[in-house]
């Protein structure tokens, strides 16, 4: 049973720092997967924030998030990160892991974790 479970959420003043971890399971061959982390705050549509290539060596950001957000992989721990700095109010966000195998019409999500900006 594939499974992506993230945590490291919370409650952060603005000007913060959060890490994101997401960690898969269940997967046949979790390095053929593109991983992505997206958010969805209320009344909005879901949005991708970072996106990493399989095997890590290529990122893509949202510009809303260069800069201060940093994406990685461990296909050895089948983990994705998403580290955040310098989190604004404009971050809060339901944050979802997504993976999508690199060839096949498979793609997977998480449950959320909650980030929350504010003082």
């Known amino acids: 049973q594939v499974q992506l479970v993230e945590s490291g959420g919370g409650l952060v003043q603005p000007g913060g720092s959060l890490r994101l971890s997401c960690a898969a399971s269940?997967?046949?061959?979790?390095?053929?997967?593109?991983m992505s982390w997206y958010r969805q705050a209320p009344g909005k549509e879901r949005e991708l924030v970072a996106r990493?290539?399989?095997?890590?060596?290529?990122?893509n950001y949202a510009d809303s998030v260069k800069g201060r957000f940093t994406i990685s992989r461990d296909n050895a721990e089948n983990t994705v990160y998403l580290q955040m700095n310098s989190l604004k109010p404009e971050d809060t966000s339901l944050y979802y892991c997504?993976?999508?195998?690199?060839?096949?019409?498979?793609?997977?999500w998480g449950q959320g974790t909650q980030v929350t900006v504010s003082t």
């Open positions: 997504n993976a999508r195998h690199i060839w096949l019409n498979t793609n997977y």
């Open positions: 990493i290539g399989s095997t890590g060596g290529t990122t």
């Open positions: 269940g997967f046949t061959n979790y390095a053929m997967y593109a």
